[in-house]
DNA sequence: CCGCATCCTCATGGATACTG
DNA sequence: CAGTATCCATGAGGATGCGG
């Protein structure tokens, strides 16, 4: 009993910084996935556990209390249950996790045996890749993977996706693996290569055309060997 | 004994996606703002540990070597010490942390009292929060908080900051406090206002015209109470 | 001093069981 | 369906030690 102070557990960082702050609020565990789940539309509660795939219920039920006090995260309680939904401010994390995917482009070479995969990522994934990419006039073109379709909107505004049933028609109609999709988002990976290799099929044209050599972006990657090595 | 697999911690998440991997490498505590540190330049092991301000020395010294083995940082053995930089692949990382950066601003609104302040911190907060900023012809902005000068470039690009020295001899010299400055960051204070408050002294009037009402930034905040409270 | 490694305590995360 | 409650393993935080 010496000390009068004893640890002192030090659950937010102490700094006046932005980015501090900011991971003050969505830094914990599971805190960005939840929110990556929901950027393709509300969720019921057991269908943002399954979706997370390995979350424990405790966890997942405190990350939802705190971001729902916090104004990340609104509760609503609708016809027949309680749905989970971003709300305006939250929303803004799109664009930071938009920038997160960029950067792990480098991270997605290697194929996801052993992962879950889930099509609703690629909500954020697709504009987030394809950023800079526009269409004049516009086009929709449908991308399935594993049995649901992602309507990707391009204008001249750029890339918005969404979930779509299948009686959504679209332009143009991609059947594509996700380790194909995530390559191609990847950079590293020419278009036209993955195209070669066959791995796209459908009207693959459509696509290299609004993703040409010279407009794709530049990618540095790790240069340390893999720690799972 | 019954269960044979006791126990998977999970060090991953295991899902096929890119905001799954880019936390895996970079979501632990800590990360992220030992990225922060090295955006401003190469520290020592020291440098960080004071910087950062609480981090344990064990903690400190895990991140740096998993940093390192991932390829975000690079340790470098120069004359007379370690110094820890970022490499290409890390450098990457100010685009996704300058929007988290903007996207923190409305917490920023309330000043830090009782929290550490660095002004290493303004060298990615100032052009996260000016984004979008340009000047022709170039100018040299110094801002000088706690005892040191921030020197911000704009030019026709946006803005890049740096630390500089006291002799580094900007077109402007700013003196203003940090809350003063993240506030203005924040986005919810309008210049005028700000300057009008008197914070703010030196040549106001360049940073005026330089970021007039109508380029701000709209802002939706956190709705929900604070938690802290 | 600088750059960590070790040790200990407590808080957090993870898996399972259980309940309104 | 939407979460609590509980237990245990791991991780964070703090002090200290120790070789260069």
């Known amino acids: 009993m010496v000390d009068v102070v004893k640890h002192h557990p030090m659950k937010t960082y ?3 910084c932005g980015l501090a702050r900011a991971l003050d609020v969505i830094g914990d565990r599971w805190n960005l996935l939840i929110v990556r789940e929901l950027i393709a539309g509300p969720l019921r509660y057991t269908e943002l556990r ?7 219920t405790n ?3 405190d990350r939802l209390r705190t ?3 916090f104004g990340v995260v609104e509760r609503r309680v609708a016809e027949g249950g309680v749905a989970y939904a971003l709300t305006p401010w939250g929303e803004g994390l799109r664009a930071p996790l938009e920038a997160l995917v960029r950067w792990s482009a480098p991270l997605m070479v290697t194929g996801g045996e052993g992962e879950v995969f889930r099509p609703r990522w690629l909500v954020l994934a697709l504009p987030a890749l394809l950023a800079g990419v526009t269409a004049s006039p516009p086009a929709v073109v449908g991308v399935e993977v594993a049995g649901t379709v992602v309507v990707l909107r391009v204008d001249a505004g750029g ?3 969404e ?3 299948e009686d959504d ?3 143009t109609l991609l059947s594509a693996p996700p380790a194909m999709l995530l390559g191609l988002a990847a950079g590293a990976l020419g278009v036209d290569e993955v195209v070669a290799a066959g791995h796209l099929s459908g009207d693959a044209d459509a696509l290299r055309r609004a993703f040409p050599a010279e407009r794709r972006r530049p990618v540095c990657g790790p240069t340390a ?3 799972s090595a």
């Open 159 to 161: 890339v918005h996706a």
């Open 67 to 69: 971001l729902e006090t």
């Open 225 to 227: 060997a893999d720690p």
């Open 14 to 16: 102490g700094q006046f």
């Open 59 to 61: 966890l997942l039920a």
């Open 50 to 56: 399954t979706s997370l795939a390995g979350v424990a």
């Open 169 to 171: 028609v679209p332009d």
């Open 163 to 165: 979930l779509g049933a």
